[in-house]
């Protein structure tokens, strides 16, 4: 399966290939996680990344250990660019 890439901070990298959201749902289905982020527009878009990748991505939120990553700010692809 390819995934779609998330980032906590804003890439130092290729910066007009990303998109800014605010994630609004984060869930698990099939043994991935599925991260619905709404981008400035107010369109929201589903990701798919690995559960490995959802750990490093909410370790990096300026959040609390039990605090919900809903409402923060991330940066996205889909696979295949956006």
Same mark, same amino acid.
């Given at each position: 399966?390819?995934?779609?890439?998330?980032?906590?901070?804003?890439? $130092?990298?290729?910066?007009?290939?990303?998109?800014?959201?605010?994630?609004?749902?984060?869930?698990?289905?099939?043994?991935?996680?599925?991260?619905?982020?709404?981008?400035?527009?107010?369109?929201?878009?589903?990701?798919?990344?690995?559960?490995?990748?959802?750990?490093?991505?909410? $370790?990096?939120?300026?959040?609390?250990?039990?605090?919900?990553?809903?409402?923060?700010?991330?940066?996205?692809?889909?696979?295949?660019?956006?």
């Amino acid at each position: 399966m390819n995934h779609d890439r998330i980032h906590a901070q804003e890439p $130092s990298h290729h910066r007009d290939r990303w998109t800014v959201g605010t994630i609004i749902g984060i869930a698990e289905r099939d043994g991935h996680c599925v991260v619905t982020v709404e981008d400035g527009a107010g369109e929201p878009t589903e990701l798919v990344v690995t559960l490995a990748i959802r750990d490093l991505f909410v $370790s990096r939120l300026d959040i609390g250990d039990d605090e919900s990553p809903v409402g923060e700010r991330v940066w996205f692809r889909k696979r295949g660019g956006q």
